[in-house]
């Protein structure tokens, strides 16, 4: 059966359209909640969202699923991703939901599931729910001495900031450190600051006054220029911008040059390498990773295995053979000796800790190589397969041919919404701008014509 809901990173969509509807979200509570009883125990889920306008109005269409087919609802309010996925694990719940569209606009939203372990469900039992909410769901109905209870959780926020301090090596402190984190006024607003304000930090604020429409905007992991001001007005060592849902994460340097994933995760991966803590002799990226990151670890001994778009793949590879260190270009960073999906606070910190213990700046610390010309571009079309014209396949032969052994090339479709992403990297920056515009024109061609 076609997936009709679930796309790459759970089911997501314009708010109160479909399927980001309240009549959608009371049907997946149902069905997702019937699939995850097991047992004659009182059944739990948790539930979570971003800052976002829509979170309230799908936050009680869930919980009325939940319930009404007899699981008990704990409420989390405002919280990262991460947090879910590990008091999911913490409070033995049976099921977790994440009420966010991650880095979209306030607009979007989505919603998220994660089995009892904190994984990201499978497609197997995506595809489960998929089915019970095209059926008849009044039949998943439960007698009304077993409607479930909702309750809300006042601690989930301590929680999580405890759990992210015990990722740094024991007695570490940023006494002294000015830092400035940009919350992307979303869900990690009121934990981030908290978290490094205790760890001994001087913590400056921006993005952190969310008022249901402008997570996001013009800040954030996917805007960053408002932290680069503000590092550079503050004097600060180090800035730190998380994403609306705080499962990706972008480094500031002191200088105000901005540092993303594939530096993080260099970073990360030597320092837990000489400590003897890396697994599997390597890392687990993307195939939009940039090429001078592979030319970096295998300079060291390390190597990288590449995956598609999307950290559903990443992690399934990390756990399918043995690593413990992923991630994504864009600062989703995987690191399962703490958590099952990004952490952006958590990879920030392990990236403070490494600064700290050498004792040089972070522009230091988090330059680990040369970034070969890599240049993305998305093209929005409204209809049909672009990809499947064959203008597109043409200006793609072409350009492989173009590149050779000198670059690489990575044409794909978004999960997420009607784009296709064009990306080109290779040591010729002129020839990688000539092969990305080439394809845009022709996949533009072929969008217009179809």
């Known amino acids: ?107 979007d939203n989505g919603i998220k599931l994660f089995d009892p372990d904190g994984f990201k469900l499978s497609d197997d039992m995506e595809r489960q729910i998929e089915e019970l909410i095209e059926a008849d769901t009044s039949s998943l109905l439960v007698p009304s001495d077993r409607i479930g209870r909702a309750t809300r959780v006042e601690s989930a926020q301590e929680r999580y900031i405890e759990f992210a301090k015990r990722t740094l090596p024991k007695n570490l402190r940023f006494d002294g450190l000015r830092i400035v984190i940009d919350c992307a006024n979303g869900a990690a607003y009121k934990v981030a600051p908290e978290a490094l304000w205790e760890l001994g930090a001087e913590v400056i604020k921006i993005g952190v006054d969310p008022n249901g429409r402008n997570i996001n905007h013009k800040c954030g992991s996917t805007s960053p220029e408002a932290l680069v001001e503000k590092v550079r007005e503050v004097r600060a060592d180090i800035g730190i911008a998380l994403d609306g849902d705080a499962d990706r994460v972008v480094i500031v340097d002191e200088k105000g040059q901005i540092v993303d994933g594939d530096q993080l995760m260099a970073v990360i991966a030597e320092s837990w390498h000489r400590r003897g803590k890396l697994a599997a002799g390597g890392i687990v990226a993307t195939v939009m990773s940039n090429l001078g990151l592979e030319r970096y670890l295998k300079g060291i001994g390390l190597s990288l295995a590449r995956t598609p778009v999307g950290d559903r793949y990443v992690v399934e590879h990390m756990r399918k053979h043995g690593f413990n260190v992923g991630g994504e270009q864009s600062g989703h960073i995987v690191l399962s000796d703490f958590s099952t999906t990004g952490d952006g606070l958590v990879s920030a910190l392990q990236v403070l800790a490494v600064a700290v213990a050498s004792g040089k700046p972070v522009s230091e610390v988090c330059q ?83």
């Open 1 to 107: 059966m076609a997936r009709r809901y679930f796309g790459t990173d759970g089911i997501r969509g314009l708010a109160n359209s479909h399927p980001m509807t309240s009549e959608v979200a009371l049907k997946v509570g149902m069905a997702a909640g019937t699939l995850f009883q097991n047992g004659a125990h009182r059944h739990r889920v948790v539930i979570g969202k971003d800052t976002r306008l829509s979170g309230y109005m799908l936050e009680a269409a869930l919980m009325s699923g939940f319930t009404a087919v007899g699981m008990d609802v704990f409420l989390l309010g405002p919280m990262p991703t991460p947090a879910i996925s590990m008091l999911t694990r913490s409070l033995r719940a049976d099921l977790g939901v994440m009420i966010s569209a991650s880095h979209n606009r306030f607009d």
């Open 368 to 450: 680990r190589f040369e970034r070969l010309p890599q240049v993305l571009k998305n093209v929005r079309y409204s209809a049909g397969k672009p990809l499947e014209d064959n203008r597109v396949r043409l200006a793609i032969e072409g350009a492989k041919a173009k590149l050779g052994d000198t670059g690489r090339l990575v044409i794909r479709p978004s999960g997420t919404e009607p784009v296709i992403r064009v990306m080109a990297e290779g040591d010729d920056e002129t020839l990688v701008i000539a092969v990305v515009g080439d394809i845009c024109d022709a996949v533009r061609a072929a969008a217009q014509a179809g």
